[in-house]
């Protein structure tokens, strides 16, 4: 045998031998409780597409750290820029490839925002409101266009999730789209098994930054409430979740002290939303009577809520503006002196505040109607299954008996109350609200009227040109000094107004399991908010610094 037949003889058995494979890495999470996953993977519909298709499905444009002033971490994009007036951002996108492999491109992004445009239903930051237009410069480069000068613009334009042309131009409804061959940019964008009870996200074949990721699959289990919640992970079956654990040392940590960790980093507002839109005669007459919102406010006892429905994890607000502690360094002290008596508990001064304003017991049924005599009832809305904000809301439904008005209990679903938040079609709900680098992210948010019936966050349905002016002159300037007065401003409207009742400060909920895996994110190791729940996304940058751990 000549030794050209000998090496091609090794070659062939070379490439036949059996080479061992790795096994493949599995995370389990539960970023969300729920009765049942809907087979939705659209993202840009907030009530039924599952709670993994920001982020790990879909890639955004940059992380800003929150925990670290807003530091970028760059993903689809290499470098932004901003034109001198504050009236343009460029960005250098990167070189990557969507899932199927075809190359994404500057035209993506301006398709999207233009396909926002076109649907205002998608548009749920409701960025056209605030710019002019986006141009695809060339492939790797898009410009955006302001109205008018805005250094804050760009947290929510990275937080439009950009859809491939290819795909998405032919779809013919986006706004009810499911999306169930879904095409995407991020680490994980194959659907290997779905059910309502579980479904199963695998890693994306094209991925740019697939050598830094090191878990292969994320496992998302249907959970209903947080008494599941505990069972599965006092057994160790959760890896990384965020949940309400009554007494957490005993029921999770000390089912495996080695193992089982918790972190809970100052995180968002909770707060009593009534809606301003009601379609409830009687009930629309008082939301909008400062007179019972503030009374509605003194009946809150917010101490025995943190520490009896939230067993101490929550942070007392009684900050009239509802800032809370974390944003201390804007607080505006002048609002604490003229209104912080409303976010006191105080039954009697509750009393005696509906009185002044003409509420009376005309019926004798125990409760008070409105001035002109109309009835108030209703139900304060709450998830099922969420036993932390439940016991919130019977603290409330006690306060409100109290002073004389009817409440009562309801827990729908979470997709539901979701939906009933969005729409308006509710008349009082616990709602949490997303922080961002400054608090003028959650105001925007929640009370500016551009942002109405976009997502849960503006539940409260408000409106109010001049709290929309201060909120729109914010990021006018870079100056912080400026950008605090106008705070300051901001607070005063809000403290005077009361558009929404907050009563205390949710930790960022998150737990973890190191017998898998290495990498989290912790109070000895602060690199960002840690949590998997949607509308964080710095949990991108966790899961990328997730190891398995060797067997």
């Known amino acids: 045998m000549n030794i050209r037949t000998i090496l ?3 070659l062939i058995a070379s490439v036949m031998a059996p080479v061992a494979a790795r096994a493949e890495v599995m995370l389990t999470a539960l970023p969300d409780e729920s009765t049942a996953w809907v087979e939705n993977f659209n993202p840009f519909n907030t009530t039924t597409r599952v709670p993994s298709v920001e982020d790990f499905m879909y890639e955004p444009l940059i992380v800003f750290n929150a925990l670290k002033d807003g530091e970028p ?6 470098s932004f820029t901003y034109s001198d007036d504050l009236k343009s951002v460029t960005f250098k996108l990167r070189d990557a490839k969507w899932s199927d492999g075809k190359p994404f491109t500057a035209k993506d992004v301006a398709f999207t925002f233009n396909l926002i445009k076109d649907h205002k239903a998608l548009d749920l930051q409701a960025i056209w409101d605030q710019i002019d237009g986006i141009e695809a410069v060339d492939d790797h480069t898009v410009k955006i266009n302001y109205k008018k000068a805005d250094s804050g613009l760009i947290f929510k334009i990275v937080q439009v999730y950009i859809v491939p042309e ?3 131009a032919s779809v013919k409804d986006p706004v009810t789209f499911t999306n169930p061959h879904p095409v995407g940019s991020g680490p994980l964008t194959e659907i290997r098994r779905f059910t309502p009870q579980e479904y199963i996200q695998c890693r994306n074949p094209n991925y740019w930054d697939n050598a830094t990721l090191k878990v292969d699959c994320m496992r998302f289990p249907q959970v209903a409430g947080n008494d599941q919640t505990i069972a599965l992970a006092a ?7 965020g949940s309400f654990l009554p007494d957490i040392e005993k029921t999770y940590v000390g089912t495996d002290p080695k193992n089982h960790g918790y972190w809970f980093p100052a995180g968002s507002m909770v707060a009593f939303t009534m809606n301003f839109e009601t379609a409830n005669a009687g009930n629309h007459e008082a939301f909008n009577n400062l007179a019972f919102r503030r009374a509605f406010s003194m009946a809150m006892d917010r101490q025995a809520m943190v520490d009896i429905a939230g067993y101490g994890y929550p942070t007392l607000n009684e900050y009239p503006s509802g800032l809370g502690r974390a944003f201390h360094s804007w607080n505006n002290p002048k609002v604490d002196e003229e209104y912080g008596v409303y976010s006191k508990y105080n039954i009697e001064s509750a009393k005696a505040e509906l009185a002044k304003a003409g509420f009376k017991d005309i019926d004798g049924d125990g409760f008070v109607e409105n001035p002109d005599g109309s009835k108030i009832s209703f139900d304060i809305i709450v998830p099922n299954g969420w036993t932390d904000w439940v016991n919130t809301c019977q603290l409330a439904i006690e306060g409100l008996t109290q002073i004389g008005i009817q409440a009562k209990l309801s827990t729908p679903d979470v997709p539901g109350w979701t939906d009933a938040l969005t729409t308006g079609k509710y008349d009082v709900a616990i709602n949490s609200f997303r922080t961002g680098v400054t608090p003028h992210f959650m105001y925007d948010e929640a009370l500016n009227s551009r ?4 997502t849960r966050f503006a539940s409260a349905h408000y409106s109010n040109p001049e709290l929309d002016a201060l909120l729109n002159s914010f990021y006018t300037t870079n100056d912080h000094a400026q ?9 005063e409207f809000i403290g005077a107004n009361l558009p929404f009742v907050a009563v205390y400060n949710n ?3 998150y737990e973890y399991n190191t017998k898998r895996f290495t990498g989290w994110f912790s109070a000895d190791n602060p690199v960002a908010r840690p949590v998997v729940y949607d509308g964080v996304p ?3 940058l966790h899961l990328l610094a997730l190891r398995p751990v060797a067997q």
């Open 507 to 509: 930790p960022l909920w």
């Open 483 to 491: 950008q605090l007065q106008t705070m300051n401003k901001i607070e």
């Open 73 to 78: 971490n760059y993903r689809l994009a290499e």
């Open 8 to 10: 091609k003889a090794a």
């Open 538 to 540: 710095e949990r991108l």
């Open 166 to 168: 290819h795909i998405w």
């Open 451 to 454: 942002n109405k019936g976009k």
């Open 235 to 241: 057994k160790g079956e959760l890896d990384w979740f």
